[in-house]
């Protein structure tokens, strides 16, 4: 392939640049004008600011409702009445699981995300409808974006007959990883369904991804569970906990989690939420990326039977974490920044380098080249007015300009 030159732009809001780029990775960066001699299709970055682009690690394809009409939010009040007013509603969208997810995903990358990690539920109801919707977002964007895919027991593994065998059946489908959750609150047998979860991980030879909402003590004894077989099945940085609640709490025990997470290396992801003083819901994110641990950003659902909020722009959620943390210094926000990219990567790929307070990783020599030019006089303004202009690489090559895709 013809590799692409981007002329005039700021990695990471630095110095104006000329960065060559293939799709194996970033080839040079130099001073404008300096790369000279090789045949390359050229793009001009007018002074942008050039990062890696956004990774969503934590996504619901299959129950979004991106490009239909409005509908308006008819859950109760728990996450039990969210799961069934999915299953109430799901088959009445105007639109099949495929499409809805296809264009959720276009309008995704058109904004600048390239890695993605989706949920995609399995369950009695749905059996393998859902996960298949994803499977053909990803295959008609296969060239613009790499997409992961979580067979997802939304509804728990073990109330409805014959949950295992369709988790099965998907993990040899094209799923890429195995998930959970709350297996206290939902399946209420938290040894049973933590041992189905790992057992199939192990058989299949894929990673986990666990959501866990459960908050306080119960989270934290939840998390035990998921750490301790980690640590017995040797499955050290191939496991993720989204949500992971419990450890918004400042007690003496998610200290202790906290050390085991970055000793097994355990990735975490968050949807930026607000919680409040009597039920905290952030992440310590400084805590976690001065210990090392992996931790990624992402959309959860997309206008869909569970919320109306959600809408591609992984720029926007990145604000959103930065304003749920309470940050306003820019440091702090351009953290937040490489969380939603970066950050997010490590999720997926345990072998990149890891975030730290301060660090800007991804646009060295040898990076990959999965990239994304925004608008602003610095990385936090960016963050800030959220520019739709923007220039979407995947693999050296452009996928999307201007919020269109190529």
Not at 57 to 67: E, F
């Amino acid at each position: 392939m013809t590799p692409t030159l981007l002329r005039n732009v700021r990695p990471w809001g630095g110095e104006t640049s000329d960065v060559l780029i293939g799709d194996d990775g970033i080839l040079e960066v130099a001073r404008p004008g300096a790369i000279v001699g090789a045949p390359a299709d050229v793009i001009e970055g007018d002074g942008g600011i050039l990062i890696p682009s956004f990774s969503d690690v934590h996504v619901h394809l299959d129950s979004t409702r991106m490009g239909l009409p409005f509908r308006p939010n008819t859950a109760g009040d728990t996450r039990w009445s969210h799961i069934m007013n999915d299953r109430e509603n799901w088959r009445s969208a105007e639109r099949s699981v495929a499409d809805r997810a296809t264009y959720t995903l276009g309008r995704m990358i058109a904004q600048g995300a390239t890695r993605v990690r989706s949920h995609a539920q399995v369950d009695a109801d749905s059996g393998l409808e859902k996960f298949e919707g994803v499977l053909a977002a990803r295959a008609a964007h296969r060239e613009r974006a790499a997409v992961e895919i979580v067979a997802f027991p939304q509804v728990g593994i073990h109330l409805e007959d014959g949950v295992p065998d369709l988790l099965d059946v998907a993990l040899r489908s094209g799923a890429d990883l195995i998930g959970g959750i709350d297996p206290c609150e939902i399946d209420r047998d938290p040894v049973r369904h933590l041992d189905t979860v790992f057992d199939l991980a192990d058989r299949h030879g894929v990673g986990i991804d666990i959501h866990l909402h459960e908050g306080g003590s119960l989270g934290l004894f939840s998390l035990d569970l998921v750490l301790e077989r980690t640590r017995a099945l040797g499955m050290a940085g191939r496991v993720s906990v989204s949500h992971a609640f419990s450890l918004a709490a400042r007690s003496p025990g998610v200290d202790r989690a906290l050390e085991q997470i970055a000793e097994l290396d355990v990735a975490l992801t968050t949807i930026a939420p607000k919680g409040s003083l009597s039920v905290p819901l952030d992440l310590p994110i400084e805590r976690l990326l001065s210990l090392g641990i992996r931790v990624g950003l992402g959309m959860d659902g997309q206008r869909d039977y569970w919320s109306p909020w959600g809408d591609g722009d992984m720029l926007e959620r990145t604000w959103m974490l930065a304003f749920t943390q309470g940050f306003s210094r820019d440091d702090l926000i351009e953290d937040c920044l490489a969380i939603g990219t970066w950050g997010g990567a490590s999720v997926i790929d345990p072998s990149l380098a890891r975030l730290s307070p301060g660090a800007r990783p991804g646009l060295a020599i040898g990076d990959p080249a999965e990239l994304v030019v925004v608008r602003g006089d610095t990385p936090t303004a960016a963050v800030m007015d959220r520019d739709a202009d923007r220039i979407v690489i995947h693999r050296g090559r452009v996928v999307a300009q201007n919020d269109e895709l190529r």
